[in-house]
């Protein structure tokens, strides 16, 4: 299984932008790179995901360092209702979808 | 189209009883996913399904764990002589084999308790 490794936990200001690191050395050429956030008492909800290059959308970034064995969740402005458990994941062929134990964000107003 | 449906949404059972969870995905997703969660841990996958063949099962997984999805729409998953140990929340998901759209949408989640 592809493993990904993110800190516990971490604080940002409302209004401020967030970067969220992960670190998947072991990542293969075909793997993509997956975040989905959890709020509470809900099911983990898709963010953005990419293979290569950089990525953009309506609720995050993504920014993938050149060798892959790194990516970051960039959230531009931090809002209360971003406060939530964020999971970096790797896909495989086998399309499976591993989930670590991801970074618990508080945002502190 | 409202999204994944799961139920029921919480479950209340003695230890040694059955209980059999339900899952709804979104009609044009083929792929199907159950996932356990317990406290402060991420989802832990358990099995997958494409249309109606379960491809994927994890290893652990006790034998008293049993998914079906009969016609390729969708899933139940049946805990058989359930334990303690098998409280958890039981997260479904799916997904479309469109190149580019392999992403899953979860349910809201089956909550177990066994007493």
């Known amino acids: 299984d592809a493993k990904t490794t993110q800190p516990n936990s971490m604080e940002s200001n409302e209004e401020e932008p967030v970067h969220l690191p992960c670190n998947h050395s072991?990542?293969?050429?075909?793997?993509?790179i997956h975040w989905y956030r959890q709020l509470p008492s809900q099911g983990p909800e898709y963010v953005i995901h990419?293979?290569?290059s950089n990525v953009n959308n309506r609720m995050a970034s993504l920014a993938i360092a050149e060798d892959r064995k790194s990516s970051t969740l960039i959230l531009h402005r931090a809002t209360l209702r971003d406060a939530a458990v964020y999971y970096c994941?790797?896909?495989?062929?086998?399309?499976?979808?591993?989930f670590g134990t991801g970074t618990s964000l508080t945002v502190i107003p | 189209d409202t999204g994944v449906s799961q139920d029921p949404r919480h479950k209340i059972t003695k230890r040694g009883q059955n209980v059999t969870f339900r899952c709804d995905p979104i009609?044009?997703?083929?792929?199907l996913y159950w996932y356990r969660q317990t406290l402060g841990q991420g989802p832990e996958f358990l099995t997958y399904?494409?249309?109606?063949?379960?491809?994927?099962k994890s290893r652990l997984l006790s034998d008293r764990f049993s998914a079906e999805r009969p016609k390729g729409s969708f899933s139940t998953l049946e805990i058989q002589r359930t334990e303690q140990g098998d409280s958890a929340m039981y997260l479904c998901?799916?997904?479309?084999?469109?190149?580019?759209?392999?992403?899953?949408?979860f349910g809201a989640g089956s909550r177990l308790t066994v007493l």
């Open positions: 998901a799916s997904s479309s084999q469109a190149p580019g759209a392999n992403v899953l949408t």
């Open positions: 072991t990542i293969s050429g075909t793997d993509y």
């Open positions: 990419g293979l290569t």
């Open positions: 994941i790797l896909r495989d062929t086998g399309n499976q979808f591993y």
């Open positions: 009609s044009e997703h083929n792929r």
């Open positions: 399904f494409q249309n109606e063949a379960q491809l994927e």
